[in-house]
């Protein structure tokens, strides 16, 4: 099956005389894949899928990214106008920025279908639809209505409307429920799960929170300081972790069915700023399994296939 | 609309309303205090050098000289609610008809220097906020520097001086040419008056004669707004919505006309009301250059013929002016901002 | 304040800070440096044309316009900063007190200053004018009227957004007297943006006397005030150095005030970050 979005060396730095902050990133996603990018703040998660989307106006991109065969970095403005939307929708973080406060949501729902060319009154009918499956109560009244009437579980609600209004063939969902409820955050993910299988979506599900990731994703990227250090099937990462950073984040997870965990578990330290990446191994001064030749190898490890997935740990062999 | 947001319009209103009364009750009080305090006794100077002193006290008690404060305020106040603004002394007319008179050409005056401003400045800020630190970017900031530094008048004379006596592009002086001079319209608006006259000849005329002082007057304009709408469309343009807007895949035109201008010009349309007033306060500058007639030329002569009333008279019709411009822009704002007509009133 | 120097970037920004200094050294030391008396009147040499001796050319009553052009900076620079200082005080007594209260106080001010923000000094001016007769009293009184409200808008403002900080209740929790917290902590904290407003209102304060002295009441001749001087040469037009050059003045000291301004509020204002900070991911 021919990849969706494939990724080679990419990386990218916000200006000329800085770090790269994520360098020579490469991955693939199928059709209908449901992905997971994992990692902590800062590890460069969203900077991958936003910029080379072109969505981040000031990032200085190289390498190659290709939707669908089309290479987007460098690529014009009219050709990725061609992609966004259209073929690859996105749901952002907090659903209280997100939309426009000056606008109508029906309006900025159809936006997207009008400029392709949709009549209004075919684009507000789709939209109506839109909102109705995507659980807005009323939708036909409530079309008329803006942002600040509706709250954050509806607002993201919204919002994940718009990224399927062009009826695309990848969302990416970026914490789509950091600033949610937990109650709501479930009905959330539900949906973009539910929307994903029946239009048949790959999804890119970017977040921090592990419990997301076992329940929503068929396989999962573990990202540290810019680099991809794990690529497994997500079942598999959380019963056998193919990477000490993998391993020391499921074990943060607090454990309700353990009678003597007296401590929670954590990975000492913090995660290093682009300009500051540790020679050898970028996570080596934080492993608890890391030894002298961690330090010395010239540059961080690259990903190695390993058993069911790839690695970027050189003692995974005798580790894991 | 709901029925609630209908409610809180209309607090709003009338919480802006009450406002603007009590803004016009104080402007009142110092107009008149400014007239109050004027040294000498108006009543020696209306009766004459050759008066008897009976005839200054008859003339003190009939102008209520002798009544204290509160209550000259108040016969103030009722003379004002009737349009009683006193006699000018140097054209003997009632203030409130000179004002009527020379009121429209201040009017154009503004208006056209406001055309001007939104006309450039809107679009030289876009420019500059989506060239952000280009070469373009840096020459306009200059540009707004130094429209921001230079004097109305100055720019005004030099503009006269090469652009009209030099070269003669546009006239040196007036509203109209002298062949047009005896043009009378009915509301003192020329170009309103001669297009219904179908006068199109004086319509031109009086388009040529605007040019230069309206421009001149709008320089200082321009450069604050330009650079007000390049800083809050910098602002806007690093919003969430606007990544989100990017993503569905629409024109960058219409990421940065229908998203971020949109909300960047709510804080820019409240400081072009702003600006009303105090273009109306900069014509004299402009009146007295380009010899047109105005009210602010009509303050000046009060004061160098120290007849208090018409300066006051001026300053009253110019607060009043200002006032009901900041109703109307906060009123505007209202439908600008949605969410305006939501929240309760508090957080105005 | 002062590493202000460290952020000048362009030469055009480099030359503003120059020229600050330089007009305020002129002001300061303009008597010694003035070839000839701004004052001295010599109608056999009215209105020359610019010379070695006449830097600047002389006016309509044979002064010397170089000389009259020093000592307006004095003049000029002297208003503008007592105007601003009465009002800066003016504005932030009524900003704190207002941001402080809170409630009905702090609306009932607001309100009271909303009414006036923006008032055309210019009009307010004639009217002072009128009343107690044309000159620099009645420029600078219809100036303080107008123009405090900005500074308290801006006060309240800022305090509000500092109050609340963490020092500041840190210093609270710790018994520091009210008073202490407002000199020590409060101001210093909040008002460094207050230095953005004056160095923009120097500029916008200099347009303003100098244009209501051209329209005669402001200063009066034979004052050496530059706009007086501009509307006095008016009506020479041959001889164009009699306006050219105080206009010139008026045009670089306002425009390198607002050039430092607008560098101050770079620096000064996080809010207009040049590049938007890298999402955490």
Known sequence: MK??????????????DENDVIDNLS????????????????????VSMLSILGLMPQAILNGSAKFDGEELIGASNVVLNKIRGKRIGLVLQNPFTALDPMLRIGDQ????????????????NHTINLLDEVGVPSPKERFFDYPHQFSGGMRQRIVIAIALSQDPELLIADEPTTALDVRVQ??????????????????????????????????VLMMYAGKIVEDSPSKKMFENPLHPYSKGLIDCLPNLNVDDQKFLTTIPGNPPQSNDFPNGCRFHPRCSFSNVDCKVI??????????????????????? | ??????????????????????????????TFSLSYIVPGDAALVAAGPSA??????????????????YEQYFVYLTKLSRGDLGKSWFTHQPILNDIKDLLPASAELVFFAMLFNIIIAIPLGVLAATKRDSKTDFSIRILVMIGAGIPIFWLGLLLQHFLASETGLFPIAGRLSFSNRNFEGSTGFLFFDSVVQGEWGVFWDSIWHIILPAFTLSVLFIAVITRTTRSTLMRALEEDFITLARSKGISEYRVIIKHALRNALVPTVTILGMQVGWMMGATVLVEEIFGRPGIGKYAVKAVTQSDIHGVVGVVLIVGIIFIFSNLIVDIVHLFLNPRLRKNSIGNL | MFKLFNYLRSPIEKGAMIFVVFIVFIALMGSYLAPHDPYEANFKNTLSAPSIDYLFGTDAAGRDVFSRVIYGARLTLATTLFVIAIVAIIGIFVGIISALSGGVIDNLLMRFTDIWLGFPPLILALGFAASFGAGMKAAILALIFTWWPNYARLSRALILETKDKDYILSAKAMGVPNLRIIFSHLIPN???????????????VILVISGLSFIGVGAQIPLAEWGAMIADGRSASKAWWVVFFPGLAILLTATSFNLIGDVLRRELDPTLSKVKNEKPS
């Open chain 3, 190 to 204: 909040a008002f460094d943006v207050l230095f953005v407003q004056i160095s923009l209102d120097v500029a916008a």
């Open chain 1, 109 to 124: 729902i159809s936006e997207g279908l009008i400029s392709e060319g949709w009549s209004r009154r075919n684009a507000k």
């Open chain 1, 3 to 16: 990849n969706l979005l494939e990724l080679n060396s990419v990386s990218v730095r916000f200006s000329p």
């Open chain 2, 1 to 30: 609309m709901s029925f609630e947001s209908i409610k809180n319009i209309s607090l709003y209103i009338i919480q802006r309303i009450v406002l603007t009364i009590i803004a016009l009750v104080v402007l009142s009080f110092i």
């Open chain 2, 52 to 69: 008897g002193k009976e005839k200054i006290e008859q003339l003190r008690v009939e102008m209520g000289l002798n009544l204290p404060f």
């Open chain 1, 298 to 320: 010239d540059k961080h490890p690259p990903l190695e296939k390993y058993k069911w997935g790839s690695s970027g740990c050189i003692h995974v062999k005798e580790l894991f």
């Open chain 1, 27 to 46: 991955f693939e996603i199928k059709k209908g894949e449901s992905l997971g990018i994992a990692g902590e703040s800062g590890s460069g998660k969203t």
């Open chain 1, 186 to 219: 479930k009905q959330v993910m539900q949906l973009i799960k539910k929307e994903c299988l029946d239009r048949g979506m790959g999804l890119v599900l970017i977040t921090h929170d592990l419990g997301l990731i076992s329940n929503y994703t068929d396989r």
